[in-house]
T-cell receptor
Framework: SQQGEEDPQALSIQEGENATMNCSYK?????LQWYRQNSGRGLVHLIL?????REKHSGRLRVTLDTSKKSSSLLITASRAADTASYFC?????????????FGSGTRLLVRP | EAQVTQNPRYLITVTGKKLTVTCSQN?????MSWYRQDPGLGLRQIYY???????DKGDVPEGYKVSRKEKRNFPLILESPSPNQTSLYFC??????????????FGEGSRLTVL
């Protein structure tokens, strides 16, 4: 079953603008991660935020986590054409005894030059 | 260079012809996993392994087998492939030493078509 759902499904912006993607999930989590996937390629880990953290930064990336709303957002500032990719959130369910990350269906980001 | 290597990257086969997709990682990771990616369905876990000789089912294990005889290798076996197994497959590993996996390192994917 899918735990995370990204919103929007697709986003098109101009180079230099900020891009915001949201992720909602259903159950309590240990951590939430964001991944990037260039078309047809493997996923690349971007950032991990733990359930006791509210905000985390990495370069042009800013991730927030609101456990009361079961949601997270990924902000990419000053976007570049090279940021064009699909972005996925992945959750580590707290009550799940198996060892897995559950991925959402992703947001496709297009950054126009 | 730290990496997860999958082979083959592309494969077209016919229904019922057994095939194996290999996965190897050079990071000495304990945790390895297989996912399939289908349009509109995101990534779904097939099997995972916490360590050598320890494997367990994910969300969609039907029609697949795995083995973990060595720490670095985690092959995915399709004993009798069917067209609904046409998909993009990813192997991933993690070196998280605690119970739960942390950051996953992904291979480049194996695109499988079953006719």
């Amino acid at each position: 079953s899918q735990q995370g759902e990204e919103d929007p499904q697709a986003l098109s912006i101009q180079e230099g603008e900020n891009a915001t993607m949201n992720c909602s999930y259903k159950t309590s989590i240990n951590n939430l991660q964001w991944y990037r996937q260039n078309s047809g390629r493997g996923l690349v880990h971007l950032i991990l935020i733990r359930s006791n953290e509210r905000e985390k930064h990495s370069g042009r990336l800013r991730v927030t986590l609101d456990t009361s709303k079961k949601s997270s957002s990924l902000l990419i500032t000053a976007s570049r054409a090279a940021d064009t990719a699909s972005y996925f959130c992945a959750t580590d369910p707290r009550m799940d005894s198996s060892y897995k990350l559950i991925f959402g269906s992703g947001t496709r980001l297009l950054v126009r030059p | 260079e730290a990496q997860v290597t999958q082979n083959p990257r592309y494969l077209i086969t016919v229904t019922g012809k057994k095939l194996t997709v290999t996965c190897s990682q050079n990071m000495n990771h304990e945790y390895m996993s297989w996912y399939r990616q289908d349009p509109g369905l995101g990534l779904r876990q097939i099997y995972y392994s916490m360590n050598v000789e320890v494997t367990d089912k994910g969300d969609v294990p039907e029609g697949y087998k795995v083995s973990r005889k060595e720490k670095r290798n985690f092959p995915l076996i399709l004993e009798s492939p069917s067209p609904n197994q046409t998909s993009l497959y990813f192997c991933a590993s993690s070196g998280q030493r605690l119970a739960k996996p942390g950051e996953l390192f992904f291979g480049e994917g194996s695109r499988l078509t079953v006719l």
